[in-house]
C-alpha cells in the first residue's frame, strides 16, 4: 500500500482568517494529488487535481482564487482557504495516485467561526 | 476499527448485462456510505449517497442498497455499457463525521 498524511485533522478559525492545509504521500512521489470536500449531508466532491509544477485544474464552480493550490514538489500539495467564511466549514480529503490506485489521506475538518 | 472490503477486485461482463457490486463494512455506526467511479488518472466522481436512515439510492441506471444492521451495501448496474468501464469505490464515513475509509475498488471492463 501507500500513506498520504493531511495535516492538521482538525482546525478551527475566525472568519476572514486563511487556513492552510497539507497534503503528504510519505513513502511515494505523486505527480497528481486531489482535493475533495464534503458538506455534511453532502457527497464527498471532487474540488481540484494538483499537478505537480503546474496550475491546479478546479472544477467547475470551485473558486481558484478562494482555494489555493500549490504541488510545489511531489510529495507535498497545500490546499489554502483565503478569507475563510463560515460556509467554507467542511471536511476536507486529499489523494495521491500511485500506480493507477487512489490512497487517501485521513481529511481536515475545517471549522470557520 | 473501520475496514472496508469490495467484492469482487475485478469483473469483465459483456455489454447490456445488469450487474452487482458489493461493499462490506465491519462498523455499523455509520453517517453515510457513498458510492465513487474512478477512471484512471482521474479523480473520484460520486454517484451515489445514501445516508445512515435511508436503504438505497436511484440514478439513472444505478440503484444503491444499504443494509447497516449487516455491515453491506450493494451497487446495481442495469444495461452495462463499455462506458461504464472503470473502478467503483464504496466509502463510509463514522458517525462522528471525522473518519472517511475507502474500499479498495471493484474494477469493472464492460466488453463491447
Known amino acids: 500500500g501507500a500513506v498520504v498524511s493531511q495535516h492538521p485533522s482538525r482546525v478551527i478559525c475566525k472568519s476572514g482568517t486563511s487556513v492552510k492545509i497539507e497534503c503528504r504521500s510519505l513513502?511515494?512521489?505523486?505527480?497528481?494529488m486531489f482535493w475533495y470536500r464534503q458538506f455534511p449531508k453532502q457527497s464527498l466532491m471532487l474540488m481540484a487535481t494538483?499537478?505537480?509544477?503546474?496550475?491546479?485544474?478546479?472544477e467547475q464552480g470551485v473558486e481558484k482564487d478562494k482555494f489555493l493550490i500549490n504541488h510545489a514538489s511531489l510529495t507535498l500539495s497545500t490546499l489554502t482557504v483565503t478569507s475563510a467564511h463560515p460556509e467554507d466549514s467542511s471536511f476536507y480529503i486529499c489523494s495521491a495516485i500511485k500506480l493507477d490506485t487512489q490512497y487517501f489521506g485521513p481529511g481536515t475538518r475545517l471549522t470557520v467561526l | 476499527k473501520q475496514e472496508v472490503t469490495q467484492i469482487p477486485a475485478a469483473l469483465s461482463v459483456p455489454e447490456g448485462e445488469n450487474l452487482v457490486l458489493n461493499c462490506s463494512f465491519t462498523d455499523s455506526a455509520i453517517y453515510n456510505l457513498q458510492w465513487f467511479r474512478q477512471d484512471p488518472g482521474k479523480g473520484l466522481t460520486s454517484l451515489l449517497l445514501?445516508?445512515?436512515?435511508?436503504r438505497e439510492q436511484t440514478s439513472g441506471r444505478l440503484n444503491a442498497s444499504l443494509d447497516k444492521s449487516s455491515g453491506r451495501s450493494t451497487l446495481y448496474i442495469a444495461a452495462s455499457q463499455p462506458g461504464d468501464s472503470a473502478t467503483y469505490l464504496c466509502a463510509v464515513i463514522d458517525n462522528y463525521g471525522q473518519n472517511f475509509v475507502f474500499g479498495p475498488g471493484t474494477r469493472l471492463s464492460v466488453l463491447p
Open positions: 513513502d511515494f512521489q505523486a505527480t497528481t
Open positions: 445514501i445516508q445512515s436512515s435511508q
Open positions: 494538483s499537478n505537480e509544477g503546474s496550475k491546479a485544474t478546479y
